[in-house]
Every structure is written in structure tokens, then in C-alpha cells.
């Protein structure tokens, strides 16, 4: 039987790492990740799925309200990881790859012009892809791999869309609020300021779609939307202020 003891901050930080990147409904001890992590942490997999479901009494993005034995060290890491995002994001990735014995800077998928764009070094590349894997496994989970406009659940076809682009604003780059998952069609309409989300959370079409030369059945997959509320994703609601920029800034309407 494996011994009780104490959670550590460098095991916590592992924790929600994992609490971002799972969907609400999968924590449970049957997650094979969940039950990866325990064994690597020498813990239980009843131990591990509590410790998740026990960070959602503390995430201020939920309405609803998990288990309450929060310590003051859950909280402490919980608030560092939240504020840091940028770091955290990274640090954790870099423990999680560590634990699992796999390497951070396997460049297999890489290609000399991303290595020396802008004559950014291997290293700065790589983690700039860690932190924007990190922030779409985020998303999607959060979504429950699902477009939140059409439904389309097809992985290949969603993407982890900035609500304030990635250039825009440095601070916001990886907060999870700064985020929704679309299908590659809506996620370039929304890039491009041809669509937004209202105050209500519900699809904003600009005029210029309608000025298209384009035949209206051409047009459908996006003025079929209009006013439509999003999908909410089950935690890390798109923060307000944000989306107000966007509509604000990037919206063409």
C-alpha cells in the first residue's frame, strides 16, 4: 500500500498542469494520464483525480464546486501558476517531460526556416511551441474538443483561437480565458474581424460578409450563426474584457 504524505509544491505544479489540460468530465481514476502521474509520483490514482477535483473548489472560473480540502499550499501554487502563466506554463511542461523521461527539445517537426526566422534560436522556438501546445490542450479540453460555434468535433479541424491575438497582448498570451476553440474556417473569420462574441455571448457577423460576391449558400456557414450563443466551455469562461477588445479592435462591423 502506498504511504499517505504530504503534496509538495513541485508535485502540485505537475498536478494542475494536468487539471488544465483534462477535460472536467475525465477526471477520474480511470484516466490512463491520471494513473500515469500517480504512478510516477508514487501515489494512488484515487489520490491524484482528488487532488484535480479539488483544485475546481478553487478556480474561479467555475460555477460549480468540487471537493473543499484545499490546503494553503494548493492555494499558494494555485495562485502562482494562475498569475505567471507565461512561466508556469512552460516550467510545468518542462517537470511533466522530465517525470515522463521525454525530451523538451525533440526537433523532428522542425525545419531550418523555423529554426532561424527572424534569427530566433532553436531553444527560444521550442518553447514558444511547448507553451502554444500547452495552451491548446488547454482549450480543447476546456471545450471538450468541440467548435464552440458549429459543434464540429473533428480534432484535426479545431484550433486553440486567441480572443486578443498572441502579438497583441504578452500577459494574456496563455491565460485560458484568452481562448476558444473554433474550426479552422471561424477561427480565420474571427482572426480577420469578419465575426466576434457579444456582451451575451452570442455570434456577431460583420456587414462585409454580406458584401461578398459570393453565392449566398457560399455565405450560410457563417450568416447561419448570427446571434447564436457559443457553446460554454466547462471551465475557463472567455474573459469580458477581452472579448470587448476584440469586438472593439478587430471586428470589422
Known amino acids: 500500500m502506498i504511504e499517505r504524505k504530504p503534496w509538495t509544491r513541485d508535485e502540485l505544479i505537475l498536478a494542475i498542469n494536468l487539471y488544465c489540460k483534462t477535460s472536467f468530465g475525465k477526471i477520474h481514476v480511470r484516466n490512463p494520464d491520471i494513473i500515469e502521474l500517480a504512478i510516477n509520483l508514487g501515489r494512488t ?9 479539488n483544485f475546481a473548489s478553487i478556480d474561479p472560473s467555475l460555477d460549480r464546486k468540487g471537493a473543499s480540502n484545499v490546503s494553503k499550499l494548493d492555494k499558494e501554487v494555485w495562485a502562482e501558476f494562475f498569475d505567471n502563466w507565461d512561466d508556469m506554463a512552460y516550467q510545468s511542461e518542462a517537470q511533466m517531460a522530465k517525470l515522463n523521461k521525454k525530451s523538451l527539445k525533440d526537433l523532428d517537426s522542425f525545419t531550418e526556416e523555423d529554426v532561424f526566422e527572424e534569427g530566433k534560436s532553436r531553444e527560444s522556438i521550442v518553447k514558444v511551441r511547448i ?24 480534432s484535426e479541424l479545431l484550433i486553440a483561437s486567441h480572443i486578443v491575438p498572441w502579438s497583441t497582448d504578452t500577459k494574456n498570451r496563455l491565460n485560458p480565458r484568452n481562448g476558444l476553440c473554433l474550426n479552422a474556417l471561424h477561427d480565420r473569420a474571427f482572426d480577420k474581424g469578419l465575426i466576434s462574441i457579444s456582451g451575451d455571448l452570442r455570434i456577431v457577423v460583420s456587414p462585409l460578409i454580406y458584401q461578398q460576391e459570393s453565392k449566398q449558400h457560399d455565405l450560410e456557414f457563417i450568416t447561419d450563426y448570427v446571434n447564436k450563443e457559443i457553446r460554454l466551455p466547462s471551465r475557463f469562461l472567455p474573459d469580458h474584457n477581452l472579448l470587448e477588445y476584440h469586438r472593439q479592435n478587430i471586428f470589422r462591423g
Open 45 to 53: 490514482p484515487g489520490s491524484v483525480s482528488y487532488k484535480l477535483a
Open 131 to 154: 507553451k502554444q501546445e500547452f495552451f491548446r490542450k488547454m482549450i480543447l479540453s476546456a471545450y471538450d474538443n468541440t467548435c464552440c460555434i458549429t459543434g464540429i468535433s473533428i
